[in-house]
């Protein structure tokens, strides 16, 4: 394991509101490695997005506050940079892809100022020579008439496009890392088959390691080499694509993948929710969070808080060498 | 574009005529006329004054004589200042108003922006209270209040600047910050709370998430989004102080337009104020032209063909 990109280590972030302190991110560790591409998986509010954005110290402070960790890129702790070494780092050494194409453009700039900002601002091209790599960048993410739609605005673009344009704009600099914030959520599901299949192209092409956020695990199962199912601000699962998705070990990402729908399911078989509402993370937990929406859950659950089991793969009880052997059911592959 | 000129151009001058027949009923609504006086003349001379200006014809005979003068250009004579016309008079007035006008609404754009976007920066914090706290007083402060406080304090008691007249750069500056008081405090208010909106739109964080400087965040991504209220603004605006105001410009005895223009009211001049009615007008309607031409500039998303013409 020599030469993470990137670790994060016991990463843990609050936000100060009128209710109280929410502990969004409680000690979640993980580590990309070059070219590779890990999907964080959860439900709204699981903490994935705040993982990702304190990468880039995208969190807005105040309310929200990274209270604990480190998050060593390339060999160095981002949390111990300022702002200026930071802004270096930013849409340079890391490019970001966000949720929603239609608002994190700006309207009144037009596409070439806001594509070639960045290049002229990290690499110090001249006008010419980033309207040069515009126009190559656009043909890479599969803009036609480069220079005709870079004279335009965000809004005589569609979705889709205008989603090619974030790819753009974050693979300019030829970062190392690319953090893709659900980035087909918001799009139709026919534009989101292209996305995504852009953005493995373009992954497969540089050796851009990737970090892809989504609830969506059926955009997972066509992208990632490893998986992290968030629960609560924590890693409840983890392992490589198809441990997770063929012998996952925790209840909670059982309930995902029965709540994944399926074109090739029989009608009979239908779509199994996972019930209940995500914990509020004002409180502390010293049991497991998952505990009282759990169909398998037991006396330890509500006692005390599971380490990770079978070298690290699940945070749960389950998997404890005394707990009741529970299958999971394989009705999904 | 060229079109859309020509269109709105039309609309304006429907709105013009109404604006004159307007102000042209309302002024002879007023009791007494121009030549009124509290010793009556005597009655060969006040009808051959009238006969001379045509005011002992119907009314719409006035009405359609004035407006075949309006046609040329020509506003009439004032009834008031002998030898003078209307035209003299705006000719000679407007100049100072502008001179005044200009300092005013500089001095509001180079202040009020500036403390808008500190105060948005630093929402809830010390420079925000400070930039809320001026800009209260200053809309709820009258002109007439502020022009007085600077002349006791800077002429009076200090001594520092002439308290009246005009002629030298000094006799600017302090009808200038009575004037520019209100739209100082309002374009900073304008400014704080649409930069706040703007500052939590997402396309800032993609802004942050690129690298970008904060200057380059703030005077490139954040302030073309959030000046389009205060340029909403300025169009009126600009027409209001251009053409003068009247409580700073009699403070301060400043020979203006706006001076004069509530003179002429006291007096039934009735051309003068026809005539400097008309002028205000023509103004605001070529400001607020001016401003939606400027409008799809500053946002591409704002096409001039397809809004709707309003003058």
Not at chain 1, 37 to 54: D, F, I, P
Not at chain 1, 253 to 259: E, F, I, N, V
Not at chain 2, 254 to 260: A, S, T
Request: hydrophobic residues 45%; positive net charge.
């Amino acid at each position: 394991m020599v030469g993470h990109l990137l670790e994060v280590k016991n990463l843990e972030v609050e936000f100060t509101t009128y209710a109280g302190v929410v502990k969004a991110v409680r000690g979640v560790s993980f580590e990309v490695d070059p070219g590779e591409v890990v999907a964080l998986v959860g439900e709204s509010g699981c903490g994935k997005s705040v993982t990702a954005q304190s990468i880039m110290q995208l969190i807005p402070s105040p309310p929200g506050k990274i209270t604990g960790g480190e998050i060593i890129f390339d060999g160095e702790n981002l949390l111990e940079k300022n702002e200026h070494q930071m802004q270096k780092i930013r849409g340079n050494k890391i490019g970001m892809i966000f949720q929603d194409p239609m608002t994190y453009l700006n309207p009144v700039l037009s596409i070439a100022t806001q594509v070639t900002e960045n290049l002229r601002l990290h690499k110090g091209m001249s006008k010419k020579e980033a309207m040069e790599r515009a126009v190559e960048l656009f043909h890479l993410v599969g803009i036609p008439d480069p220079e005709i739609r870079l004279k335009q605005y965000p809004h005589q673009f569609s979705g889709g496009m205008r989603q090619r344009v974030m790819i753009a704009m974050a693979l300019a600099c030829e970062p190392k890392l690319i953090i893709a914030d659900e980035p087909t959520t918001a799009l139709d599901v026919t534009v989101q088959a292209q996305i995504l299949e852009l953005l493995k192209e373009l992954k497969d092409r540089f050796q851009t390691a990737v970090i892809l956020i989504t609830h969506d695990l059926g955009v997972v199962a066509g992208q990632a080499d490893r998986i992290l199912v968030m629960y609560a601000g924590q890693i409840v699962e983890r392992g490589t694509l198809d441990e997770v998705l063929k012998t996952p070990q925790h209840p909670y990402t059982w309930g995902l993948l029965k709540s994944v729908p399926r074109l090739d399911a029989d009608k009979s078989r239908k779509l199994t929710p996972i019930w209940g509402q995500p914990p509020d993370l004002l409180q502390e937990f010293s049991y497991c969070p998952f505990m009282p929406r759990c169909d398998y859950a037991m006396a330890i659950c509500a006692e005390e808080m599971p380490p990770f089991f079978n070298g690290g793969r699940a945070r749960c009880w389950l998997n404890h060498p005394q707990a009741p052997k529970v299958e999971f059911k394989k009705e999904v592959s | 574009m060229f079109n859309y000129i020509v269109r709105r151009l039309l609309y304006s001058l429907a709105a013009l005529l109404v604006v004159v027949t307007v102000t042209f009923l309302f002024m002879h609504i007023i009791p007494g006329g121009p030549f009124q006086r509290e010793k009556a003349l005597p009655e060969a001379i006040r009808k051959n004054i009238e006969a001379r200006y045509k005011l002992d014809q119907p009314l719409h005979i006035q009405y359609i004589d004035y407006l075949s003068h309006l046609i040329r250009g020509d506003l009439g004579p004032s009834y008031k200042y002998r030898g003078m016309t209307v035209n003299d008079i705006i000719r000679e007035r407007f100049p100072v108003s502008v001179e005044l006008g200009t300092v005013a609404i500089l001095l509001a754009l180079f202040l009020g922006i500036p403390s808008g976007i500190l105060a948005a920066l630093h929402q809830s914090k010390f420079p925000d209270y400070l930039v809320m706290f001026f800009s209260t007083i200053g809309i709820a402060m009258p002109s007439f209040v502020i022009g007085t406080l600077l002349m006791y304090f800077l002429s009076y008691k200090w001594g520092l600047l002439p308290s009246a007249t005009w002629g030298s750069p000094q006799h600017v500056i302090m009808p200038a910050i009575a004037l520019a008081g209100l739209p100082t405090a309002y374009i900073a208010r304008l400014t704080r709370s649409s930069m706040l909106e703007v500052l939590s739109q997402d396309y800032m964080k993609t802004a942050i998430a690129k690298g970008l400087p904060r200057r380059r965040i703030l005077w490139v991504h954040g302030i073309k989004n959030a000046i389009i209220p205060v340029v909403t603004y300025l169009g009126p605006l600009v027409a209001g102080i251009l053409t003068g105001s009247f409580v700073v410009e009699n403070i301060f005895a400043v020979p203006g337009l706006g001076k004069h223009y509530v003179t002429s009211i006291y007096n039934r001049d009735y051309t003068v104020i026809l005539g400097v009615t008309i002028f205000y007008c023509v103004l605001l309607i070529f400001m607020n032209l001016l401003v939606d031409l400027v409008y799809p500039l500053i946002d591409p998303r704002i096409k001039l063909a397809e809004r709707k013409e309003q003058v």
